[in-house]
């Protein structure tokens, strides 16, 4: 009767060992190791310049939303309107928008007709809780994303 215990001790043993990970092999120099995954490519200096944060930097208005995920960024120096949404896995470009009193219009390369306006009212990010200069409205299509937005320097 003793070697029940003695077995299921050496089994618990065994069974905790195999599941420890594995020690990381020590990397010799020059191996073939993959480098850094490089950043997706903007078409928008400005967008890039104010990626993960709220400024607007040189681009003349920056916006943003979630739940999805969005972003739109008209350019200060050449108008143009860059936006992502859907957490960035869809993309438009609006190369020449009409700008009128309350934001810009225009339509992407295929055709999409879009709309970032503007509230000129204090607006707070419901996650974050940054406060924003304006509040926004994205129109692509039919579809309408809501967020918050601040004005550039241009």
Request: aromatic letters at 6%; one cysteine or more.
């Amino acid at each position: 009767m003793r070697t029940a215990p003695s077995l299921l001790a050496a089994s618990l043993g065994i069974i905790l060992t195999a599941c420890q990970p594995a020690p990381a092999p020590a990397a010799a120099a020059g191996a073939d190791l993959p480098g850094p995954v490089p950043e997706p490519a903007t078409d928008s200096a400005a967008a890039s310049e104010t990626e993960g944060n709220g400024s607007a930097g040189t681009a003349a208005f920056r916006a943003s939303g979630n739940e999805p995920g969005w972003l739109a960024v008209v350019d200060g120096d050449a108008p143009g309107l860059q936006v992502e949404v859907d957490y960035g896995e869809r993309r438009f470009q609006v190369a020449a928008p009409t700008a009128g009193a309350d934001g810009w219009a225009g339509n992407a390369a295929d055709g999409t007709p879009i709309k970032l306006s503007f509230q000129r009212t204090t607006c707070q990010d419901g996650m974050s809780g940054e406060s924003f200069e304006a509040k926004a409205m994205l129109t692509i299509g039919a579809h309408q994303y809501h967020g918050c937005g601040n004005f550039g320097s241009k």
